[in-house]
């Protein structure tokens, strides 16, 4: 049973930073096409950013220039750098994998609440 594992979040005064990780299976962040997402109260979920198995990024706009997706070389936590955090960024903030050979293979991690004051 695949499991991702998110870790990082906290409560952080505007314009701070914090790093968010997300782990998974023994190399999965190789083979799955992976990314982070948020829920703010009372809104949908949003898409953050997002790296496929190839490391290429992709990001909202309202994350360019402050948030930057990565992984480790091992491939086996996929991180979420966040800077200059404003009040709006206050989410549970989830990571998510589908599998690049079958998009209906997914998992979702529990969430890490962010909150950031002003």
């Known amino acids: 049973q695949v499991q991702l594992v998110e870790s990082g979040g906290g409560l952080v005064q505007s314009g701070g930073s914090l790093r968010l990780s997300c782990s998974g299976s023994?190399?999965?962040?190789?083979?799955?096409?992976a990314g982070w997402y948020r829920q703010a109260p009372g809104k949908q979920r949003e898409m953050v950013a997002t790296?496929?198995?190839?490391?290429?990024?992709d990001y909202a706009d309202f994350a360019k220039g402050r948030f930057a997706i990565s992984k480790t070389d091992d491939k086996n936590i996929m991180y979420l750098q966040m800077n200059s955090l404003k009040p709006d960024d206050t989410a549970v903030y989830f990571c998510?994998?589908?599998?690049?050979?079958?998009?209906?293979?997914?998992?979702w991690g529990q969430g890490t609440l962010v909150i950031v004051s002003s």
């Open positions: 998510n994998a589908y599998a690049i050979w079958d998009s209906s293979i997914g998992y």
């Open positions: 790296i496929t198995s190839g490391d290429m990024a």
């Open positions: 023994q190399h999965m962040f190789g083979i799955y096409h």
